[in-house]
């Protein structure tokens, strides 16, 4: 079994559901803690330098098995059922450019509370039937 550790960046909010914040120093960390790899929990795919964290985790002997989408919900205020057509397209290209991040470390995404809910006075039927347009 592997053991990996949330981080995120040093600017996440208070209430991301990391460990520990600021890229470069939470991998350095993460090694010498003996952790196998990190969790990378971002808000949008700028927020990182994917070719150094590359680097880093590669010396560091570090994976990253899953990038979290969490703080798109937290951060953003933005999530896949919104009754908004228009926030809920941010969220999709939102998340689409945290899909690439994960792509280039042949990682899994968690999808998070990104997902969405049933917003008050809404059906299964309705949050489910939110569409992209």
Do not use: C
């Not at 290209?93 to 917003?119: C, P, Q, S, T, W």
């Amino acid at each position: 079994m592997k053991i990996a550790v949330a981080i995120a960046t040093e600017d996440a909010l208070p209430t991301a559901f990391v460990v520990f914040r600021g890229i470069e120093e939470s991998i350095r960390r993460a090694a010498e803690l003996g952790y196998d790899g990190i969790e990378l929990a971002l808000m949008d795919q700028d927020q990182v330098d994917v070719a150094r964290v590359h680097r880093l985790i590669q010396q560091h002997g570090l994976e990253i098995p899953v990038v979290s989408t969490g703080q798109v919900f937290a951060g953003h205020k933005l999530w896949f059922t919104d009754p908004d057509a228009a926030k809920r397209r941010r969220a999709v290209e939102i998340f689409k450019g945290l899909v690439d991040v994960a792509a280039r470390f042949k990682a899994m995404v968690n999808m998070g509370r990104v997902r969405g809910f049933i917003a008050d006075g809404e059906t299964v039927e309705i949050a489910e039937g939110q569409k992209i347009r």
